[in-house]
Structures are given as structure tokens and as C-alpha cells.
């Protein structure tokens, strides 16, 4: 379902991911239905105009039997919210759909709908605590990929709705057909759900203290060095508990959450482009054994280090 001020590649990533595994000679396949508020075309923020195939009221008012719901997002669903009767559209919609899903602030037209009441979900990380304000019932999950709550389906914004459609092919065909077609559409990793949607490098980057800046600049290429508060404090020449409070303040993390982080995101990587062993990778990143990887890997990714290469290793030649 979409609706004027959608964002494109919310509506085309999805589509793309079922198309191409249709193509791919999934059985059964997938049959895809556009709709919007009136049948008429809808036009996104970056002005491409979109034609679909059907109003959404005339689809809602059928008997059919859907498979999935899948409501996208962009800067226009509070307009189409407000508009009369797309909410209730959307509502007799989900009550004859096996599963139901968003991308972006998509989730807000399910929310407003009453489908995350008492669930899970996720949106753009810039609009979740618009989600939670507007809608408390709804426990929302600030740093995730996708959120999956029974048959209910939300993802983070943009290309976070490949990874979704990704999941949900999977959840349909099993990993290897998921796996095919991220290969096709030549998607470099396909993220899990758990994955979170900044990385701790990204994080850093917005702090004001130049000392602090050169120090997050450095960590990443030196996450086997001894990197403990003190360490670290005498690296910029403050005492470890002045550090740990401008620390706090300026990266919204301990010092220790965050050396986890990168060290967590280094390993993600090597996992995906070596055949290294889980143990080597550890300690190349810092951690001293392969378990404290994994509780780490498992705190900040869901999963452990070895399923997380089953989904994204790469051949090596």
C-alpha cells in the first residue's frame, strides 16, 4: 500500500527482492498488488510518479484472502493517515492477511491502525520516539533491522525494507532462496534483524571534543591494543573519571560499551570476508577468547558468530 510522499525506494526495494525471486523460479511465487487511497497514482519525495493497480478502499471492501501487507513509508503517511478512511482500509486489510508489514514510518499507519498494540516493532531510527510518543502501547526497538512480532512485520527506513523482503522471502523459501536472491540484486550482506541500525563508528562521529574525536578516530585500527578506561584516559590526557563522563556525554555510550561495538563490528566483517576461525577473529579484535566474542556477538547482534557467517560468508578463493 502506498500513497503520495512515499519514499520510492521504500515501495521499489521490496517489490524488486519478490520480483526477482519470482524470477528465480520460486514456487509458489509472488503476485504483487499496488494500491493507494483512490486508485490514482502516487508520486514520491523525490517526484517520480507511480502508477498502481488498484484503490485501496475497493481492495480493502473485497473477500480475497492475503498473503502480505506491506505498508511503506515516507514523509507523507500523516497525510494519508488523515485522510478519510485509509486507516480503516488498511485495518479490514490486515484482518484477512497471514502477515502484516512495514517499511519506515510505515509503521505509524500500522500503529494507527491499532496492529502494534502490545508488540514489538521498529521504524527509521529518526522517527522511533515519535512512534513510542504517539503510540505507548508499543514497545519500539530503536537500533534494529526488523522487528518480527508474531505475523507482525516492521522494518527501519530506506534500504532496511530489501532486508525485510529478504526475511520475509526467507520465512517463504528458506535461507538458500533468501541468499540467492540477495546474490542477484548483488545486496553485499544481508542483514539480520537484530542488526543494528548504526554502527558504533557512525555513532562517534558526531562528537564537539577534539581530543575525544582523535581518540574514536584511532580505535577502530587499534582494537587489539589494551583499550580499558585507564588506558585510553592517559591517551588523551585526562584522568579515567573525567574521560568516562565527557566520554558518556559526548558518544551516548561507556567507553566500554562502545570499544565492544567496534570490536562486535570488526568481527562482523571478518566473519563475512575470511574463513578465518571464530577464535582467531577474536582475538584480532580485541576479545581474548572466543566466548567472550560470542556473548558479545549475541548482546549486540541476536544471533552468534557462527550463524552470523552462515548467512553472509562469502566464497573464498
Known sequence: MSYD???????????????T???LGAAPDYEITTVSPGGRPVTSTSGITVSVDGDLAATAAAEEPIDTLLVVGGIGVDAAIATPGVVESVSR???????????????MMLAAAGLLDGRQATTHWAMCDE??????????????????????WTSAGVTAGMDLALALVEDDHGARMAQQAAGWLVVFMRRPGGQQQFSAALRAQETTEPQLRELLAWLPDHLADDLTVASMARRVGMSPRS???????EVDVTPAAHVEHLRVDAAKTLLATTDSSVATIARRVGFRHAETLHRA??????????RYRQHFARSYA
Do not use: K
Open 297 to 306: 556477538f549475541r548482546r549486540a547482534v541476536g544471533t552468534t558468530p557462527d
Open 21 to 23: 525471486v519470482s524470477f
Open 93 to 107: 486489510l490486515a484482518s484477512r492477511s497471514t502477515r502484516v508489514a512495514s517499511v519506515c514510518t510505515g509503521a
Open 5 to 19: 510522499g512515499h519514499q520510492l525506494l521504500d515501495l521499489a526495494g521490496p517489490v524488486e527482492v519478490f520480483t
Open 131 to 152: 512512534l513510542e510518543r504517539r503510540h505507548p502501547g508499543t514497545s519500539v526497538l530503536a537500533d534494529r533491522i526488523h522487528v518480527r512480532d508474531d505475523h507482525v
Open 243 to 249: 574521560f568516562a563522563r565527557t566520554f558518556r556525554r
